[in-house]
């Protein structure tokens, strides 16, 4: 009987007790970090109001009363009068509407920028298919060469009809991409045979390649592409001259190289030396060793730093503008240059800014899934 009436007496005090709090959810976490006292809550509704202010006024200005086309002469001159009334109060996005052919295609001809157009398109295509993994075959070296082959065809020209455009008159979101694709699809087979270099055992091989990483890191990448425009042809044969584009494409191969040589031999010595052990215990050859166990493990391990440095170099290509080569950056710079488009530089900054973010973005996105994937196939 005590049972029971125990039990009737526990039934109704856990009917009357409220509902635990939820420990887990958007209100849960923001209860945590956002509420959790008297000072945390009074910053965050202060943050809060500056943010709701910032972003009501920035869409007033970007949007509501932004200025999207003005009238152009039949000579090309555009009237920007209304532009100029509404500074400061909205955007003038035609600004972005007249230049952006030149800005993304810098001088190439404007009756071929359908060339450039194709060429971004399949450097995007590229990317996409070495993301995906079902790809990861010797015939993605094939598609590779074959890509690159016709992106050369389009840039170039003066074959299948093709009008013969030259490298100078190159510019824009094209040589952006030119100069991070080649750049980095060169300097990563670099950088592991640097980073294995200097796990040598030879000393001969391991000072030379400690000597590349350190001279190359010792020296900001302006120095080097100077060098590469300008003292690099005083130590060729006379009548001899190799194109502006390409030297400065080795320097930043090299450069990347001896960065991404240390993230590698990171992996490399963070991986454990039972590893090494057990290969060496199979009777492989140090290439099977290291092509089919040691290398996929220390990659993986420095996936996060990997992607960080290929969003530093993609960015840097900036740099080539001290050289005159005419990159994305340095296209939409030229484009304000015009008197009548003076003074509406922020909003070409922005739209370049857009550019750069939605790759360096795509690319980490794809890193933090790559590295989940790998990191869930590891624990299976």
């Known amino acids: 009987m005590s049972d029971i009436t125990a039990g009737t007496t526990l039934h109704s005090s856990s009917a009357a007790r409220s509902a635990p709090v939820n420990l887990v959810g958007p209100m849960a976490w923001a209860r945590a970090n956002l509420f959790a006292n008297w000072w945390s809550t009074a910053i965050t509704l202060a943050l809060g109001y500056l943010f709701i202010r910032f972003a009501v006024s920035f869409?007033?200005?970007?949007f509501i009363n932004a200025i999207w086309s003005v009238p152009v002469s039949p000579q090309g001159v555009a009237n920007t009068e209304a532009c100029r009334e509404a500074k400061g109060v909205g955007a003038c996005w035609a600004v972005i509407t007249e230049k952006h052919r030149f800005i993304l295609f810098g001088t190439y001809p404007y009756d071929e920028h359908w060339r450039p157009l194709l060429v971004c398109f399949l450097f995007v295509g590229l990317y996409i298919v070495s993301a995906m993994r079902r790809f990861w075959r010797w015939e993605l070296a094939l598609i590779?060469?074959?890509?690159?082959?016709?992106?050369?065809?389009?840039?170039?020209?003066?074959?299948?009809?093709?009008?013969?455009?030259?490298?100078?008159?190159?510019?824009?979101?094209?040589?952006?991409?030119?100069?991070?694709?080649?750049?980095?699809?060169?300097?990563?087979?670099?950088?592991?045979?640097?980073?294995?270099?200097?796990?040598?055992?030879?000393?001969?091989?391991?000072?030379?390649?400690?000597?590349?990483?350190?001279?190359?890191?010792?020296?900001?990448?302006?120095?080097?592409?100077?060098?590469?425009?300008?003292?690099?042809?005083?130590?060729?044969?006379?009548?001899?001259n190799i194109d502006k584009l390409l030297r400065a494409q080795i320097a930043i191969i090299l450069f990347a190289g001896a960065y991404l040589a240390e993230v590698v031999r990171a992996g490399l010595q963070a991986l454990p030396k039972g590893q090494y052990e057990a290969a060496d215990a199979l009777g492989l050859s140090y290439w099977k060793k290291t092509g089919l166990i040691i290398l996929p493990q220390a990659l993986r391990l420095v996936i996060p730093p990997l992607v960080n440095t290929f969003i530093g170099f993609f960015k840097d290509t900036s740099l080539v503008l001290i050289i005159g080569i005419f990159d994305l950056l340095t296209a939409g710079k030229t484009a304000i240059i015009e008197p009548s488009w003076q003074g509406f530089g922020v909003e070409v900054y922005i739209a370049l800014g857009l550019i750069y973010f939605i790759f360096c973005y795509a690319m980490s996105k794809y890193s933090a899934g790559l590295e989940t994937e790998l990191n869930k196939g590891r624990r299976r």
């Open 144 to 240: 590779w060469v074959a890509v690159l082959t016709a992106i050369g065809v389009l840039m170039w020209g003066g074959v299948f009809g093709l009008t013969y455009v030259p490298q100078e008159r190159w510019g824009g979101l094209p040589i952006t991409l030119i100069l991070a694709t080649f750049g980095l699809a060169f300097a990563f087979p670099l950088a592991i045979l640097v980073a294995l270099g200097r796990r040598s055992s030879l000393p001969a091989i391991k000072a030379l390649c400690v000597l590349y990483v350190e001279l190359i890191r010792g020296v900001p990448l302006i120095s080097l592409l100077f060098m590469a425009s300008v003292m690099f042809p005083l130590f060729l044969p006379e009548g001899m």
């Open 59 to 62: 869409v007033d200005w970007a």
